[in-house]
């Protein structure tokens, strides 16, 4: 899968070459990112590159657009009459994504030949090919669900952890200049070996930092199946609860006086929690049975598009910067991130 994720990254960094070499003194780093994750889930999902899904990939970016619109009212009785025009606007091309995907799906069965297509949709098509031996099989509607469903999920959330990095890496250069000094002893200036991955630590600290501060996921979602005793509060069966997973990570009662700060070394001490007190105090990729399935395919993205950028440029804050951090089904710097990009 690593090796679906290199080529889009680097087009993006060659694009930024280009631009720069035009004159273009700063670029919007989140914009970019954004679109070049999107094309990374697309490929590793349902094999899908400019060339051969412009499409599909065109209406996934318009539904999400859309879904930003209108999903802020997701638990919210009767929400769908809400923004009657938004859900039918969503509603519609959803129903033309499915044709798409299921015009993919059929290609992909009519041509089958027993070796599937290094992507979710060829694994998920192989499992539904086992049908003997696992006793089930997945419908193509059900394939379509949940190749949109890992869209969906791990497109944008993606995008924003590299996206907030960058910003804290702009802001502290030193963390910067740490990471580019891993990179060359793990990596070196080679084509990239993701065996070695593992060994880019500090590249770890780092992410779970800006998970804690700029959490891309700001909020979980939970019902209470019983009535539930919180001291004197009870909350009834059937309540929709939304876990504020910002305001945990925020919390200096459980994280200490430092909360606020960028200590990526908070990791190096203790690697799970960060030395947060509580043990349901970090939260970025949710808990229990519920906790997101792409946590270590974003860690594989996050270090190839992070070692590829930080080999090439270096970063710092344009003027043009607006700090407004703001929830739109994810946490989002609302005005994008304008960053003064240099080739080193
Ligand atoms: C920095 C990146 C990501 C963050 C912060 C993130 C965060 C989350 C969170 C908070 C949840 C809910 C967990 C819960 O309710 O306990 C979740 C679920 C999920 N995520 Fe992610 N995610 C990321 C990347 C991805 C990627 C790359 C994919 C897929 C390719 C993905 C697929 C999913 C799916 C399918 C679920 C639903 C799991 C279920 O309900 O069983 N996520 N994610």
Redesign the pocket.
Known sequence: MASLMVEPATNMLNRWTTLISCGQAEIDVEREITTTAGEI?AR??FGLTHQNGNKVFEKLRAAQTTLFNSNRYVGVPFSKWICPKKNLEATKLGHEIDQLLLSIIHARKQSWDGSPQKDLLGLLMEGSHLDGRSGKSLTARELVDECK??FF??HE??A??LTWTLLLLSLHPQWQHQLREEIKQVIGDEEIDFTRFAHLKKMEWVMKEV?RLY???PN???QAREDIKVDELVIPNGTNIWID?VALHHDPTIWGGDVNEFRPERFKEDSLYGGCKHKMGF?????????????N??MM?YKVVLTLMLRRFSFSVSPNYRHSPSIMLSLRPKFGLPLIVKPL
């Open positions: 889930i590793t999902s469903t890992f999920g791990g959330t993606t924003l952890a998970l959490s891309p996921a979980a979602q939970r997973v939260l970025p990729f949710g808990f229990g049975g519920r906790m997101c399935v792409g946590r395919l974003t993205e």
